[in-house]
């Protein structure tokens, strides 16, 4: 217990938790617009944009690697329109091909550099948190830019919020009364990606997605409607991301990303058997 009273434990709990807040109701958008498996897919993608940014500027400024990310998301997304377009496979098949690719490239990058007598002067410790996370190596610098991405994000969504609303509940409707609905998808991928980019740290690559999608489903399996459903998966979200914190932190060689996963997860099945056994049963008697 004595880690709570810590301020390098808070430092790190107070990124995660506006991560966590952020991405879950986020999360709900994609999950809603049944667009869960693009985050999926940018998740990966994103990793080779922070070794190539790495490769540029030889340098683990948290900034640039974002944006390297970010370049890398936007470029896979570009390249599953492309594809989607021009072939006559599946959108699924798509991200599947675009994902591993990409994902694919960042190992590939990453071995290079290690091998490479011009990088052997430049320090990478820290680089292979991006694929699964870890709180050791977070920074100050890097809670700072997670928290003012993730406050940025929110106050975009907030600012479209009943957009949204109108968005998800009838696309129809939404483009009748005259709603930006191509302007809101835009704005949505921004969102996500962005969210993608700057939690890669974190949460890592690998699990990325599951930071949009667990709670968003945990949401709309006991939310009655969207305001509940938001503030049920913020509530999860950030509670998840606390108690992961702090089991990384205590537990060592514990990955943080895998345990905020662990923690949303079980609440998500919890959330299930209710709903399927629990609720039925009480509704029959």
Request: aromatic residues 12%.
């Amino acid at each position: 217990m004595d880690v709570l009273t810590e301020y390098s434990f808070w430092t790190v709990a107070l990124g995660t938790a506006m991560l966590a807040l952020a991405t879950s109701m986020i999360g709900t958008i994609s999950v809603l617009t049944r667009q869960s498996l693009i985050g999926d897919s940018l998740g990966h993608a994103s990793y080779p944009g922070v070794i190539f940014s790495y490769i540029l500027f030889q340098s683990r400024n948290p900034l640039l690697l974002m944006l390297g990310a970010i370049l890398a998301g936007y470029c896979s997304y570009g390249l599953v329109l492309l594809l989607h377009r021009q072939s006559k496979q599946s959108l699924v098949n798509i991200l599947a091909l675009v994902s591993a690719s990409f994902f694919g490239l960042g190992m590939v990058l990453k071995q290079y550099i290690q091998g490479n007598e011009q990088y052997h002067g430049s320090t990478q410790a820290g680089l292979q948190t991006y694929l699964f996370g870890q709180a050791a190596f977070i920074q100050k610098d890097d809670v700072l830019l997670i928290s003012l991405v993730s406050a940025v994000c929110l106050f975009l969504f907030f600012l479209c919020y009943h957009s949204f609303k109108l968005y998800l509940f009838d696309e129809v409707f939404a483009v009748t009364v005259g709603v930006p609905v191509r302007f809101l998808r835009q704005l949505t991928m921004f969102l996500m990606i962005c969210l993608i980019a700057v939690g890669l740290k974190v949460v890592g690559a690998v699990l990325m997605s599951s930071f949009l999608i667990t709670p968003a489903v945990l949401g709309l399996l006991l939310g009655q409607s969207y305001t509940r459903t938001l503030t049920l998966a913020s509530l999860v979200s950030v509670f998840s991301a606390f108690f992961g914190t702090w089991i990384s932190s205590v537990i060592s060689g514990m990955s943080t990303g895998p345990s905020i996963i662990v923690f949303m997860t079980v609440f998500t099945l919890l959330a299930f058997v209710h709903v399927t056994y629990v609720k039925k049963e009480n509704h029959r008697a």
